[in-house]
């Protein structure tokens, strides 16, 4: 079965620091990976997947991941924090089966300060 | 990317009552997704709801308590039926984007039971 773990349920950086939120994952089959953000009394937004091919994928806002088989791990990262990231963030899987439903870590909130 | 729209956005509801919750897609997707976000938690997937069939549902989850339809490619409604205060959530929609491998969701309806 599927699983994801977000290490880490709460992150703190400041303004211009470095962003890296842990995310590994469990599965049986090749992976289908995903980051999305959540703002305040929003809904989800998809900041970025991975399915195959290249390991390092960009998203939106200037965040990126990379996969690592190896590793189990889908961490998402940013080299330059601004206010607006603070949000809860959430890795989540899929199986590579088409119409499969997500499986989502707990989430990590992002904090930034000034 | 799809744009989803929720009805009602939120609502009080006494214990022992039912909410429809409306979820309508500006374009037609034929797998959609129901998910519970319990105050401070992850998603959690309800049921995958497929036009023409019957909705599937998750462990834990029953149709009795959440009754489901699906009618057409861009329209779908949850019921949460004798509530608790236990059912006091955000619920999502969600639709799948199978050519792309992305899930889009809607901006969720915010229950209160009291």
């Known amino acids: 079965a599927q699983s994801v773990t977000q290490l880490g349920s709460h992150v703190s950086v400041s303004e211009g620091a470095l962003v890296l939120l842990r995310c590994n994952y469990s599965?049986?089959?090749?992976?289908?990976l995903f980051w999305y953000v959540q703002y305040p009394n929003q809904g989800l937004q998809l900041l970025l997947k991975?399915?195959?091919?290249?390991?390092l994928v960009k998203g939106i806002n200037g965040f990126e991941a990379e996969f690592k088989k190896s590793e189990t791990s889908f961490h998402l990262t940013k080299p330059s924090a601004h206010m607006s990231d603070a949000a809860e963030y959430f890795c989540?899987?899929?199986?590579?089966?088409?119409?499969?439903?997500?499986?989502f870590g707990k989430g990590t909130t992002l904090s930034v300060s000034s | 990317s799809a744009v989803i729209s929720q009805k009602p956005s939120r609502d009080i509801c006494q214990r022992g009552t039912s909410l429809t919750i409306q979820c309508q897609v500006d374009?037609?997707?034929?797998?959609m997704f129901w998910y519970r976000q319990q105050p401070g938690q992850s998603l959690t997937l309800i049921a995958t709801?497929?036009?023409?069939?019957?909705?599937?549902?998750e462990s834990g989850f029953v149709i009795d308590k959440f009754p489901i339809s699906r009618p057409n490619l861009t329209f779908s409604t949850l019921t949460v039926s004798n509530m608790s205060p236990e059912d006091s959530s955000i619920y999502l929609c969600?639709?799948?984007?199978?050519?792309?491998?992305?899930?889009?969701f809607g901006p969720g309806t915010r229950l209160t039971v009291t």
């Open positions: 709801a497929n036009q023409g069939s019957e909705a599937t549902y």
């Open positions: 991975y399915t195959t091919g290249a390991t």
């Open positions: 599965s049986s089959v090749p992976p289908y």
């Open positions: 969600s639709v799948a984007d199978l050519g792309r491998g992305e899930q889009y």
């Open positions: 374009s037609q997707v034929t797998m």
């Open positions: 989540a899987v899929r199986v590579n089966q088409a119409g499969t439903a997500l499986i």
